[in-house]
């Protein structure tokens, strides 16, 4: 068993991206910029935003943290979005989600200009995603492919289980995994709340990517010997021992799925980093590729 470390891939995409900008200066070119907008000050989503602005920092990026409260509407953020879209200094935008109910998170992304949208979830980009065609791709899939590239691992022909289908991991992993890439080329099987025969499904399986949001889903009998293990999920799980009173468990029971697979994620230290290195890509693409 191997562990697909998230951590060690993560700082090699943040070092290469670090030579990148500071070659940009040398150049005397500007520097990505990256605007990201937190409505409300949801635990988990300050946590996400601090640590996204902080890689920023360390590679040499601009950014800009725009902090809203949670009581503002639909329009005052659009008109948020609107002067972004507008400043040219800024090359990636992105919305921390979820927002506040009321506020339609499809008709906020859609106000993204598509060419700044970093985290790949505007309806264009997702458009252009599926017909295989340049694009961003959402941060979470694009670090679990960086991650199986980074590894050589060759995912050709193989059967793959998703669980999860929403619109920021589950489909779009769905679809990368099912392109005609490597990694890709995987048979995939799409598994959400009402599918019948999960555990069949994954024991079919030589790639199984959990993203449910369920801590400790998937077990080893869900599991055939072999298989790879991509564990996407983080949940917060009360937890008295420690002194912030919870830990951070994945989708995945590990402990039991590890000594059965050839490759596995941890949690933390897996998909979490690769998502911000991910991400840290993307805005690079959008401040070079004008
Ligand atoms: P989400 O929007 O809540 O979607 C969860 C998906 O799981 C839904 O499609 C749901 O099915 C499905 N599901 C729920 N219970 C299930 C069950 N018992 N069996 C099979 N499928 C089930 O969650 P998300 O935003 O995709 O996030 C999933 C997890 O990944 C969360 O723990 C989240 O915190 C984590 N996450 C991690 C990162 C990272 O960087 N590591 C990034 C994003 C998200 P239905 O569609 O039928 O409801």
Do not use: W
Request: aromatic share 4%; proline share 5%; with cysteine.
């Amino acid at each position: 068993m191997k562990i697909l470390d998230g951590q060690l891939v993560s700082q090699a995409t943040k070092d290469d991206l670090k030579i990148k900008v500071a070659d940009l200066v040398q150049q005397g070119l500007k520097v990505p910029h990256l605007a990201a907008v937190l409505v409300g000050n949801d635990g988990a989503s300050e946590t996400y935003v601090g640590s996204k602005v902080r890689t920023c920092e360390e590679i040499g990026y601009k950014s800009t943290l725009i902090r809203l409260d949670k009581s503002i509407d639909e329009s005052e953020l659009l008109e948020t979005i609107r002067k972004l879209n507008e400043d040219d200094d800024v090359d990636g935008i992105l919305v921390q989600l979820p927002l506040p109910a009321g506020i339609s998170e499809q008709k906020v992304i859609d106000a993204i200009d598509a060419s700044k949208d970093v985290d790949g979830f505007h309806s264009i980009n997702v458009g252009r995603m599926v017909q295989g065609l340049p694009t961003f791709v959402p941060a979470t899939p694009h670090g679990i492919m960086l991650l199986l590239e980074y590894y050589k691992i060759d995912t050709k022909g193989m059967n793959a289980a998703v669980i999860g289908r929403s619109n920021i991991v589950g489909r779009p992993m769905s679809i990368l995994l099912s392109a005609a890439t490597n990694p890709g080329n995987c048979t995939v099987t799409l598994c959400h709340s009402q599918t019948k025969n999960i555990a069949e499904i994954c024991r079919n399986s030589d790639l199984i990517v959990a993203a449910l949001g369920k801590p400790g889903f998937l077990k080893a009998d869900m599991v055939k010997e072999g298989a790879i293990v991509i564990d996407v999920g983080i949940s917060r799980v009360t937890d008295p021992s420690k002194k912030r009173g919870y830990s951070i468990k994945g989708d995945v029971d590990f402990d039991g799925v590890a000594p059965k697979c050839s490759y596995i994620t941890p949690v933390p230290g897996g998909v979490g980093p690769m998502t911000i290195a991910a991400l840290m890509k993307n805005t690079f693409r959008a401040c070079t590729a004008k």
